[in-house]
């Protein structure tokens, strides 16, 4: 004898499952990010006669133009971390610990300028750095320091500026995130057993916080490595992976080689997400 | 706590130090935005700042201009398609991720806020050949889709958020009393989650609204977003009507940071951030 449950209408509910919800989302995903981006790491590995090759991982890795590239953006996205760190830590310190009735203000106005468009932000900097801008408008008239306007248009450092003020929020966020996590009372023991507040800082405080530096940094640093717009009108003649992408791709017309360079940037990427992913998970448990 | 540290010294240098060098941060983080406002408003033909005089002129010139109010236009659309598609494949997901505990939920979540960490110049470059593959090329629908891509994470993230912060308690209670699944979405599930749905929308928004490492590989005349016609417009003249968009489109962005605020809360968007 078996026991029959009312099954029947079980089977159109099958369909129902909850976990079905999410399937819609994941074969978006599937079909219009995750097979493009195989794909196009396929077509860096296609020549022309339809044969495999690794030719072009091998010029990207040994021509010394090619290595100047990626090292130049590694550098570069790098460089763009440390100072948004060495920025970043004190107003996210000020912010936690003693900004007080200012603390609303100092959110909005750190949020404020993430929602502006990148366009905005690198035009900013080229009023600023005109012929006719601010600074020079300063130097010469007010200042009288120089004759003639100077010419920035070809200053790395400015570009470099310009990617600091877009990503710097990104690490003020996340440090003060763990700042606001550590236990007050760790830092008032360091004090009570003789630490003065520098010591506390630097042997209490800062070592708690060194998580949240660590997923300011990855976050900063990956955004950096993939950075375009502001380079693109701002470059002062730095040479990155997504610079030479998009010229390949406009002037070039080499798409071997952009997606062999595209590739490099995905699996810098992926680094980045799976060490970011890591920090994560041992801060969660 | 504030009282720390300020005890018999008068004043407390460190907090000098640390006010004086925020201050100075906000002054980095702010002229680069004001700069462009102020120029919005020039007199001159020219960028020069300061300006010589005052006028709106930049503005009516942005609206002459037709290959802007196009772009304008082309923008504004794929912005509500990308976020209606990232909506309707988004909130369903977030549904079962926010409440399952299983090991492969997290692991979907992962994968569906992932394109936020990819290099969207990639992720551009990559789908105009599949696409083109696919015969959908260089078209308005190429753009929903690539936009969706990046779009659909802010929605999941947001409504996820707020919906792994409600009780079971009262879809439990909706379903005792007799309402089936969807009746219980409806009446019950989605107005309570609902604020996260509108401020991943409007991040949504804004996020689309600001592409342009994608939306410059799906550019022609019928296609070209805002972003893409100011790029161009900038690599050959250097005038006040940029400015004079920007500011349009901050305001645009101030307006959209009220409501979110309004319904959201500031404070729950960082904790999201």
Redesign the interface.
Known sequence: MTIEFTAPKAKPAAL?R??A??V???L??LV??V???V??GL?SVVNDAGGFTLSRYGQLLTDSFYLRVTAETVLLSAGVTLISIV?GY??A???V??S?RWA?L????????L???????T??????F?R???VN?VLVDQLGLIDAPLRFSNSPEIAVA?LV?VL???MV?SI??VLQSID?RLEESAKILGAG?FRTFWEVTLPLSLDGVGTGAILVF?IA??S??TL??LGGGLQTL?LM??QQ?NTTRD?GM??AM?TI??VI?VV??FL??RLVRRRGS | MASRGVAGRGIDWVNVVLGAFVVLFFIFMLAPILVVVVVSFTSAGYVTFPVPGWSLKWFGHIFAYQPFVDALIVSIEVAIGATVLSCLLGVPACLYLARSRAAWASAVMTFLLSPLSMPMIVIGFASLFFLSWLGIGVSFNALLITHTIVCLPYVIRTSAGVYAGLPPAYEEAAAILGANPLKVFWHVTLPLIRPGIMAGSLFSFLTSFDNLPISYFFGSARTNTLPVVMLSYMENQFDPSIAALSTLQLVMAVAALIVVDRIYGIDKMTVAA
Do not use: K
């Open positions: 129902l909850p976990w919800l999410v819609p989302a994941v978006f995903l219009f990010f097979v493009p981006l794909e196009n077509r920025i004190p107003v310190y000020f912010l610990r003693r007080g609303g100092i959110i909005f106005l750190l949020i404020a300028p929602l502006t468009s990148i366009i905005m932000r035009f900013g900097w080229q009023v600023l005109a006719r801008g601010l408008n310009a003020h710097v929020p990104f966020l003060a995130t007050l507040r990956m490595n993939g375009f717009v693109v009108l997504p992408i998009y791709f798409f952009a997606s595209s940037l995905l990427a980045c997400l970011q992913l």
